[in-house]
C-alpha cells in the first residue's frame, strides 16, 4: 500500500476499518471511549471530545470506526451507539444498555488500545464466547472432568474438549495454570494425553504442574513439576520437552532455549506482582492487565527501575505506592484511565 504524499511515512500508521490514519488517532479515539463511558465526562469535555474530532479527519474515522464496533456489540446500529456517546444527540435516541457493563467489556480489547492497534471484532468474539473466561483483575480456578485443575489469570480465555482419545484445552488468551489430577492427589494419571493448543503450538504435560501464557506473536510454558512436551504449529517435526524448573518461550516456528523460571512469572500464582529491578514501562504494562480501560505511562520515565512485592488484590494501593519510591505522578482521569508522567 503507498502512502499519500502528505504523509510523513515516519508516523506511525494504522489499517483501520479500511483506511490508512496515524496511529495515534486510534489510540485517542479509544481513550475518549473510555472517558465518555464512565459518566465521568464533564461538558467541557465532551466539548473538548467534539473539538477533536473535527480537528482531523483521521480522529473522524477511527471515532466512526468505534462508533460501528460499540454498535455491534450492544446489538444495534450505528447511530444508536452515537445517541448513547454524544451529549448533543436527540433525546429520544435508543441508548445502550449499561455503561459500566460496556466499560467491562473493554477488558477484553474489543475497543481498547494494545501497542497502538485496534483489536478485531473476531478476537473479541472468540474471548467472549469461550466455555471459560476472566474479566481484567478477575481470577477463577475451576476442576476439569478428569480431576485437572486449571486456574484463569487475568483476562483469560480458554475452551476444553475432552473425548475418548484426547483431553484438549485451547487458550484463547491470556494465561493458565494447570495441575493435573495425577500430580495433585497421586492418583492413576489418565490414559489419553492432555494438551494444551496456543497460537503458536501445542503443549503435551507428561503428568505434570505448569503455566501457559499466551503473548502477541509467541508464547511461553513454565514447568513447575514434572514436565511438558512442545510442538510447534507450523514445524511440527521440531519439538521440545521442558523439564521443571524450566520456562521456554517459542512461535510458531522456532524454539527459544529454556531458561530457569523466576519468581516474576510466577507471582500472580501467590495474588502478587514481583517486581526485580523491573523497568516501570514494562511493570505498568503487566499492571495494565489487571485494570480495564487505559494505562499510559510516559516514556520518559518508561526507564526507571525499581523492587518490590505488590498484591493484586489492590491495585488502587499499588499505584498509590508508585510515588513514593520513584520521582512519578500517578493521573486518574477516571477509574478507567490512568497515566504515569514525572513528577519533575
Same mark, same amino acid.
Given at each position: 500500500?503507498? @502512502?499519500?504524499?502528505?504523509?510523513?511515512?515516519?508516523?506511525?500508521?494504522?489499517?483501520?476499518?479500511?483506511?490508512?490514519?496515524? *496511529?495515534?488517532? *486510534?489510540?485517542?479515539?479509544? &481513550?475518549?471511549?473510555?472517558?465518555?463511558?464512565?459518566?465521568?465526562?464533564?461538558?467541557?469535555?465532551?466539548?473538548?471530545?467534539?473539538?477533536?474530532? &473535527?480537528?482531523?479527519?483521521?480522529?473522524?474515522?477511527?471515532?466512526?470506526?468505534? &462508533?460501528?464496533?460499540?454498535?455491534?456489540?450492544?446489538?444495534?446500529?450505528?447511530?444508536?451507539?452515537?445517541?448513547?456517546?454524544?451529549?448533543?444527540?436527540?433525546?429520544? %435516541?435508543?441508548?445502550?444498555?449499561?455503561?459500566?457493563?460496556?466499560?467491562?467489556?473493554?477488558?477484553?480489547?474489543?475497543?481498547?488500545?494494545?501497542?497502538?492497534?485496534?483489536?478485531?471484532?473476531?478476537?473479541?468474539?472468540?474471548?467472549?464466547?469461550?466455555?471459560?473466561?476472566?474479566?481484567?483483575?478477575?481470577?477463577?480456578?475451576?476442576? +476439569?472432568? !478428569?480431576?485437572?485443575?486449571?486456574? +484463569?489469570?487475568?483476562?483469560?480465555?480458554?475452551?476444553?474438549?475432552?473425548?475418548?482419545?484426547?483431553?484438549?484445552?485451547?487458550?484463547? *488468551?491470556?494465561?493458565?495454570?494447570?495441575?493435573?489430577?495425577?500430580?495433585?492427589?497421586?492418583?492413576?494419571?489418565?490414559?489419553?494425553?492432555?494438551?494444551?493448543?496456543?497460537?503458536?503450538?501445542?503443549?503435551?504435560?507428561?503428568?505434570?504442574?505448569?503455566?501457559?501464557?499466551?503473548?502477541?506473536?509467541?508464547? %511461553?510454558?513454565?514447568?513447575?513439576?514434572?514436565?511438558?512436551?512442545?510442538?510447534?504449529?507450523?514445524?511440527?517435526?521440531?519439538?521440545?520437552?521442558?523439564?521443571?524448573?524450566?520456562? @521456554?518461550?517459542?512461535?510458531? %516456528?522456532?524454539?527459544? *532455549?529454556?531458561?530457569?523460571?523466576?519468581?516474576?512469572?510466577?507471582?500472580?500464582?501467590?495474588?502478587?506482582?514481583?517486581?526485580?529491578?523491573?523497568?516501570?514501562?514494562?511493570?505498568?504494562?503487566?499492571?495494565?492487565?489487571?485494570?480495564?480501560?487505559?494505562?499510559?505511562?510516559?516514556?520518559?520515565?518508561?526507564?526507571?527501575?525499581?523492587?518490590?512485592?505488590?498484591?493484586?488484590?489492590?491495585? !488502587?494501593?499499588?499505584?498509590?505506592? +508508585?510515588?513514593?519510591?520513584?520521582?512519578?505522578?500517578?493521573? +486518574?482521569?477516571?477509574?478507567?484511565?490512568?497515566?504515569?508522567?514525572?513528577?519533575?
Amino acid at each position: 500500500m503507498t @502512502l499519500p504524499d502528505s504523509r510523513d511515512v515516519s508516523v506511525p500508521m494504522l489499517l483501520v476499518g479500511g483506511r490508512l490514519i496515524k *496511529a495515534a488517532a *486510534a489510540d485517542e479515539a479509544a &481513550e475518549w471511549l473510555t472517558l465518555l463511558m464512565s459518566d465521568e465526562a464533564t461538558q467541557e469535555e465532551k466539548q473538548r471530545w467534539q473539538q477533536w474530532r &473535527e480537528a482531523d479527519p483521521d480522529h473522524e474515522h477511527a471515532w466512526s470506526h468505534i &462508533e460501528a464496533v460499540t454498535g455491534w456489540l450492544g446489538g444495534m446500529q450505528p447511530q444508536a451507539a452515537y445517541g448513547a456517546l454524544s451529549p448533543y444527540a436527540q433525546s429520544n %435516541t435508543p441508548k445502550l444498555p449499561g455503561r459500566r457493563k460496556m466499560i467491562s467489556l473493554l477488558s477484553f480489547g474489543a475497543i481498547a488500545i494494545s501497542s497502538g492497534a485496534l483489536v478485531s471484532r473476531s478476537s473479541f468474539w472468540q474471548r467472549r464466547t469461550a466455555d471459560y473466561h476472566t474479566a481484567a483483575g478477575e481470577q477463577r480456578s475451576l476442576t +476439569l472432568d !478428569d480431576g485437572t485443575v486449571v486456574t +484463569l489469570n487475568t483476562a483469560s480465555a480458554i475452551d476444553v474438549r475432552f473425548d475418548a482419545h484426547a483431553r484438549v484445552v485451547h487458550l484463547v *488468551a491470556g494465561e493458565i495454570a494447570l495441575l493435573t489430577r495425577h500430580a495433585a492427589a497421586g492418583a492413576p494419571a489418565d490414559p489419553r494425553p492432555l494438551y494444551v493448543y496456543t497460537a503458536q503450538g501445542r503443549i503435551q504435560a507428561l503428568g505434570t504442574h505448569f503455566v501457559v501464557r499466551q503473548w502477541d506473536g509467541h508464547s %511461553t510454558v513454565a514447568v513447575l513439576q514434572s514436565a511438558v512436551d512442545v510442538v510447534l504449529t507450523d514445524n511440527p517435526a521440531n519439538h521440545r520437552v521442558v523439564q521443571q524448573g524450566e520456562r @521456554l518461550l517459542f512461535t510458531s %516456528t522456532s524454539l527459544g *532455549a529454556p531458561v530457569p523460571l523466576d519468581e516474576q512469572a510466577l507471582g500472580w500464582l501467590k495474588g502478587q506482582i514481583i517486581a526485580d529491578n523491573i523497568r516501570l514501562g514494562d511493570f505498568m504494562a503487566e499492571l495494565a492487565r489487571y485494570l480495564p480501560g487505559i494505562v499510559r505511562c510516559d516514556p520518559a520515565i518508561a526507564d526507571l527501575r525499581f523492587s518490590g512485592v505488590f498484591p493484586l488484590n489492590d491495585i !488502587d494501593r499499588i499505584l498509590a505506592t +508508585l510515588p513514593s519510591v520513584l520521582p512519578v505522578r500517578v493521573q +486518574l482521569r477516571t477509574r478507567y484511565w490512568v497515566t504515569l508522567t514525572s513528577a519533575e
